[in-house]
């Protein structure tokens, strides 16, 4: 018998009545399960919160796998997985995205910010090794500078919405951003996580920004689209980040982005360990939200 440490707010919402879920697939990290209404839950013992996160003692994980076969029950608050493993959720803190606690900084700090963020992650990542979006975004946020790589699946797609966001064009900004959906592979695809990061920050920071008041329509239009076109994962983290909430690695990325003045990069460790490019792929949506007019010297 074993009791959560905490629970988010959404996967909170949708373990509010007793069911029977699904395991969706267990990794180093931990379980997914789905619940009868197509929501996936992460169970794990990392310590990062999230909206849709179970956190856990150290040592539950794995007698919780073991158990699991391919269903679990929830009833009265607990979910069993066998007749030796319940977990119980009732005393279980929930948690849910905080408001941010300092002032937005001028554009041309965050700026700074952005162009040694970048720097950054090209001077870990060996040559040839960064995958998904945030290369292919590059090329747009500083055309002048030399690269080897000049386009991949993204380029396209990334031009086409960057001259609708300057444009704020309505008739063609919902079928640019759709594009993205589905695209990649994974249980959260490169495209999904890039809108992700997108509508969080306008979601999170949206009074600040230009984009706001045109875009932030579109997200639930998004995220009600995402169901039909992309996994089930993906969709949630969608419509969580429409919402405003998301994985805490995420949510201090996009605050030290825009609220930070020392460029030490403290959180960049976390974001670059949020899947193996989902963590960078809803940077560069980050970024793109932030200004669609962007031009850095990197």
């Avoid at 970048?118 to 747009?140: C, H, Q, V, Y």
């Avoid at 959260?188 to 920050?201: A, R, W």
């Avoid at 995220?223 to 201090?252: F, P, Y």
Wanted: one cysteine or more.
């Amino acid at each position: 018998m074993f009791q959560a440490t905490s629970i988010g707010s959404f996967a909170s919402q949708q373990l509010s009545s007793d069911q029977t879920l699904s395991i969706m697939g267990k990794t180093s990290r931990g379980c997914f399960l789905q619940t009868s209404s197509a929501w996936t839950i992460f169970l794990t013992e990392e310590a990062a919160r999230g909206p849709l996160t179970i956190n856990l003692p150290h040592g539950v994980i794995n007698p919780i796998k073991q158990a699991a076969t391919q269903t679990v029950r929830l009833q009265k608050d607990s979910l069993i997985f066998s007749d030796a493993v319940h977990l119980f959720l009732r005393d279980a803190a929930i948690w849910q995205t905080p408001a941010p606690v300092r002032p937005i900084l001028p554009a041309v700090i965050r700026q700074k910010t952005i162009a040694e963020t970048i720097r950054s992650i090209m001077n870990r990542k060996a040559e040839g090794s960064l995958t998904g979006i945030l290369p292919d975004l590059f090329p747009l946020l500083a055309p002048a500078s030399p690269s080897k790589k000049t386009g991949g699946m993204f380029t396209g797609k990334l031009h086409q919405l960057q001259t609708s966001l300057r444009t704020l064009d309505d008739t063609t900004l919902p079928r640019h951003l759709a594009a993205f959906l589905g695209q990649g592979s994974g249980l959260t695809p490169s495209g999904d996580d890039f809108l992700l990061g997108f509508f969080l920050t306008l979601q999170r920071w949206g009074e600040n920004l230009p984009l706001t008041a045109a875009m932030l329509p579109w997200g639930q239009e998004i995220a009600d689209e995402a169901n039909q076109k992309t996994t089930h994962l993906s969709a949630n983290l969608i419509e969580c980040a429409v919402a405003g909430q998301a994985d805490q690695r995420l949510i201090l990325a996009l605050d030290e982005i825009m609220t930070s003045t020392d460029c030490k990069l403290e959180w960049l460790d976390g974001i670059m360990a949020w899947g193996s490019s989902s963590g960078l792929d809803a940077l560069a949506g980050m970024i793109l939200a932030s200004d669609p007019h962007l031009v850095l010297n990197i």
